[in-house]
């Protein structure tokens, strides 16, 4: 299945995507911050790990190795916490709401705030409102044919 078909399948459009994610895959330097990011708003909306490696390695010429490590140790803590409450925050593109991650013994999509705190939280969406959208816009051309294979034993 195409790379960039099978992301949408599972999140929708790119432009409902938050826009600071959207810097963060494919425009900023990468920080620990910046990687924690795309993990949370990844794991949240329930990326998979290889789905995502693959993603950001193309989307962004600085992702090492050891940025995969450490989407690998966040997406691995998160999943073997199952008591802990409020691991970290992401936006969830199917609610609009910003929402915790949570152990898998707690509830999952559980809200950060009320929608209208959520809204004065300023959380802008999508590329077409920063000055990088022609950037964004040629690095998604760039992987319209990129290809992913589904691996159902890892």
Not at 38 to 54: D, E, K, M, Q, V
Not at 58 to 78: E, F, G, M, V
């Amino acid at each position: 299945m195409l790379l960039l078909q099978f992301l949408e399948l599972i999140i929708n459009d790119f432009n409902l995507w938050p826009t600071n994610v959207l810097l963060a895959i494919f425009v900023d330097q990468l920080t620990d911050q910046s990687i924690e990011t795309i993990a949370a708003f990844s794991y949240g909306n329930g990326i998979p790990l290889r789905l995502l490696t693959r993603f950001v390695t193309l989307c962004n010429r600085l992702w090492t190795h050891n940025s995969s490590l450490q989407l690998y140790t966040l997406y691995h803590l998160w999943k073997v916490e199952a008591y802990t409450l409020h691991h970290a925050t992401y936006y969830d593109v199917g609610r609009k709401e910003l929402c915790w991650i949570n152990g898998d013994n707690h509830p999952q999509h559980e809200p950060t705030t009320n929608g209208e705190e959520a809204a004065a939280a300023g959380i802008t969406l999508g590329f077409e409102c920063t000055e990088h959208d022609e950037v964004i816009i040629a690095k998604l051309n760039e992987l319209q044919d990129e290809e992913f294979m589904f691996d159902l034993f890892h």
